[in-house]
């Protein structure tokens, strides 16, 4: 009897410290403001009920629901609205000093030696209290403009709509919502101004583009309409269109503004056209100098800019100027340049070959088969990794698939870098100097990317990245030249347009957003909790259709 006596005040007691709290009113606000109380629930059962020591000094799950549980009524969005930015700002900043200490580990990034930036100036910090300020604004704009449209479209407020009919119908559109939160991304201006925040500016606004285009096709605004029926898209039409004009003008940047060229870019580029840019050759003395590839380059550059002046052989003629004064750079090149040659970037692209048609072809047998044997490895891992069931089951159509994939994009890879630098070449032989002396640079980086006809299929995501890509660079190139002046924060108001679109684009069709994970971003960004929510309204639709 004693010892039952003794358990029934052992459970009073944990029961009163339990209930004493939940009733502290702090201990309560910090539960409501961190976790659910489904997610409290489940901690409890997987780890607090495991651990006696917790299990005794820790409220069970039905006092923190009822503690948590808002009054009648009302909900728990301004709470959950907090305690989701809270999360946004610890993930965030665990996130980036994550990369930080990875970075300097593999070397990536330089040990600055100056004086140590203080803590609230640092790029974790800030960035995360940008991400975060975006989320809890958003929703909270979010709501208060669905709450004003609601309000205004009552029938008691019909004297202020008839009054001022211009203010109402903005107010009470279905956009309203959407473009007044997206006001709150121009919290992104806390972060300073770094790439990161120009690259998250530009991803940003290339999606949204991507999704208000999605809607005006699926609503005929692009095609047009026959008969009442939407026409479709031609067969050829995609977004390997882009790629010209993406490829033309990062030739024409890495060529003639280097520094305004991305340097992983540039560093695929240069590194895979060993066949025209020339390395070092093994039996040059090595007392003497060999131009590096930024050098090379840089020569075509001033030789479009001299409207590509012809070659005289240095081995027919000796005692002659052979290079202009700015051209000295390439004279081992030169030096060793075919007699045959008549044009000064032949013999710097090519000079131990004077044929062009034979160099472009040599091009094509060195640089197919390292590519081709690069992307059956990259498309193996991606096809096989996440779905090893496949190459279990039908091993054969799965390796067809990989090869297929990987010869288009060597194909691709390789046809667009050798008709770059083959351009240079075959406008030296039908156009005249003075012909679009430097034009001619980009017209061969438009012919280069001609060659995403073959990619069409799967390439969306590389096109879209060079067209993002070329978009950064000719934003930098129109700067330094002064075609335009650099906005201060105006990536900032370019992200909060991006967020003005999609949210628009989504309010109107969310089908337009046509990636799942896409929706359901959008959806838990306006607090409506991460659900495909237009897939749902379609089948409802379905359902209610199947009835009738």
């Not at 959950?80 to 990536?108: E, N, P, Q, S, Y």
Request: net charge positive; glycine share 6%; proline share 6%.
């Amino acid at each position: 009897m004693d010892y039952s006596m003794s358990s029934s005040d052992a459970s009073g007691s944990r029961s009163s410290r339990s209930s004493a709290a939940t009733n502290d009113p702090v201990l309560r606000n910090t539960l409501r403001y961190t976790i659910s109380a489904h997610e409290y629930a489940a901690l409890h059962k997987y780890i607090i009920s495991r651990s006696r020591v917790l299990r005794r000094s820790t409220p069970t799950p039905n006092r923190v629901e009822k503690a948590l549980k808002p009054p009648k009524g009302g909900d728990d969005y301004n709470a959950r609205t907090i305690r989701h930015a809270l999360r946004v700002f610890v993930m965030t900043f665990l996130g980036m000093k994550g990369w930080d200490a990875v970075a300097k580990r593999m070397g990536k990034e330089e040990v600055h030696s100056g004086p140590k930036k203080p803590f609230y100036k640092s790029p974790a910090l800030r960035l995360s209290i940008s991400l975060s300020t975006i989320l809890l604004l958003y929703r909270i704009l979010f709501r208060f403009f669905t709450r004003l449209r609601v309000h205004l479209l009552d029938p008691q407020v019909e004297p202020f709509r008839s009054r001022n009919p211009r203010t109402a119908a903005m107010l009470t559109s279905t956009s309203a919502p959407a473009i007044g939160a997206s006001f709150a991304g121009l919290a992104l201006g806390i972060y300073p101004a770094q790439k990161m925040r120009v690259t998250i500016a530009i991803y940003t606004i290339f999606r949204a583009l991507e999704f208000a285009y999605n809607f005006c096709e699926a609503d005929g605004l692009i095609w047009g309409k026959r008969n009442g029926v939407k026409r479709e898209r031609p067969w050829w039409f995609g977004s390997w269109m882009l790629q010209p004009l993406a490829f033309g003008q990062l030739f024409h940047a890495a060529v003639f503004d280097r520094d305004c060229f991305p340097k992983p870019f540039g560093d695929l580029i240069f590194n895979s056209s060993s066949g025209y840019l020339q390395s070092r050759p093994q039996d040059w003395a090595s007392g003497l100098k060999w131009p590096q590839t930024s050098e090379i380059v840089d020569s075509l550059a001033q030789m479009a800019r001299l409207s590509w002046p012809a070659f005289v052989s240095p081995t027919l003629f000796p005692g002659k100027e052979v290079l202009p004064p700015s051209l000295t750079a390439i004279a081992p090149l030169t030096s060793r340049a075919h007699p045959l040659i008549t044009s000064l970037s032949c013999a710097t692209l090519h000079p131990g070959d004077p044929s062009c048609a034979r160099t472009y072809l040599t091009f094509w047998l060195q640089s197919f088969p390292p590519f081709a044997r690069f992307f059956v490895a990259v498309f193996s891992a991606l096809t096989v990794i996440p779905r090893f069931s496949a190459l279990y089951h039908n091993p054969l159509a799965t390796l067809q698939l990989i090869i297929t994939k990987a010869l288009r994009m060597s194909t691709f890879a390789t046809g667009a870098l050798s008709t770059a630098w083959a351009s240079i070449c075959f406008f030296q032989t039908w156009l005249p100097r003075h012909l679009l002396a430097t034009q001619r640079v980009f017209l061969g980086g438009f012919f280069a990317g001609l060659w995403a006809f073959v990619e069409r299929k799967n390439g969306r995501g590389l096109f879209l990245y060079s067209a993002r890509t070329s978009v950064d660079s000719l934003w930098k190139v129109g700067v330094k030249r002064r075609w335009w002046k650099s906005m201060k924060g105006g990536d900032v108001w370019v992200f909060m347009l991006a967020l003005m679109v999609t949210g628009v684009v989504y309010e109107k069709d969310a089908q337009a957003i046509r990636e799942t994970n896409w929706r359901k971003g959008v959806s838990w960004l306006q607090g409506q909790g991460f659900k495909d929510w237009g897939a749902e309204e379609d089948e409802e639709e379905d359902d209610r259709d199947k009835r009738e």
